[in-house]
């Protein structure tokens, strides 16, 4: 019983309590050109930043997690193209596009956790509270996946402001791409029928001579939908 007692109440001290720091929609605006014509596509997530701590922890964590889906774009008779929420970073804890423009600590908090909980709580308020828009750079776009074949994940390729021309000809360019916080409703899921392989599946190693080189095998099902 003594043993059971005291292996409860490390349980306990160690185990890790959950708050809330901040919630939003974020939206993205996207417009592609090709052959003069402009295809435009916009969506919505939800977000939702926590707090994870563990009283006998050597640190807490400030944690970013979203519910939705990849934005897209018709673009007629090309196809559709996806814009993911993330960045082509595989690694960087920042790579999400809805934390563009916030300054907020992600990872790891050895020591002073409630005055870096402060930090992270005023900081999303303040973003919240600002209904900030940003237009992104080139080096700041989200990804953009186009497939030849829509039913097979191995035909994706990366469009890029280097790529897109080889795509979609000469005459074709990414206009701009604005995230930021937003009032609209969190975008009804519609992506499951258009790409049937996203129920469970992950995808690695989409494209040999322009994918993977920029994205190594880190694009999954979640990229695409987070139910």
Not at 72 to 94: K, M, P, S, Y
Not at 158 to 168: C, D, E
Not at 186 to 193: E, G, M, Q, V
Request: proline share 5%; hydrophobic share 40%.
């Amino acid at each position: 019983m003594k043993k059971l007692l005291i292996g409860l109440a490390i349980s306990v001290l160690t185990s890790c309590t959950r708050s809330e720091l901040a919630t939003w929609n974020s939206e993205m605006n996207i417009s592609i050109e090709i052959d003069g014509e402009k295809f435009e596509g916009v969506g919505s997530i939800e977000v939702v930043v926590h707090w994870d701590d563990a009283p006998l922890a050597p640190g807490a964590f400030v944690s970013v997690d979203y519910i939705g889906e990849a934005v897209q774009i018709d673009v007629g008779e090309h196809g559709v193209v996806f814009a993911l929420w993330r960045t082509h970073q595989c690694e960087d804890e920042q790579r999400a596009v809805f934390l563009h423009g916030l300054d907020l600590p992600l990872g790891r908090h050895q020591t002073e956790k409630r005055k870096h909980r402060q930090q992270a709580k005023s900081a999303l308020s303040a973003f919240v509270n600002s209904n900030s828009q940003f237009e992104l750079s080139d080096s700041t776009l989200p990804v953009l996946i186009w497939f030849s074949d829509l039913s097979d994940p191995q035909t994706a390729q990366l469009v890029t402001p280097k790529t897109i021309n080889s795509i979609f000809g000469d005459e074709a360019k990414i206009v701009s791409v604005n995230v930021g916080v937003s009032n609209a409703p969190r975008s009804p899921s519609t992506i499951a029928p258009i790409l049937p392989w996203t129920d469970g599946a992950e995808i690695n190693a989409l494209n040999e001579s322009e994918f993977s080189a920029e994205l190594p095998n880190c694009l999954t099902r979640r990229d695409f939908l987070v139910e």
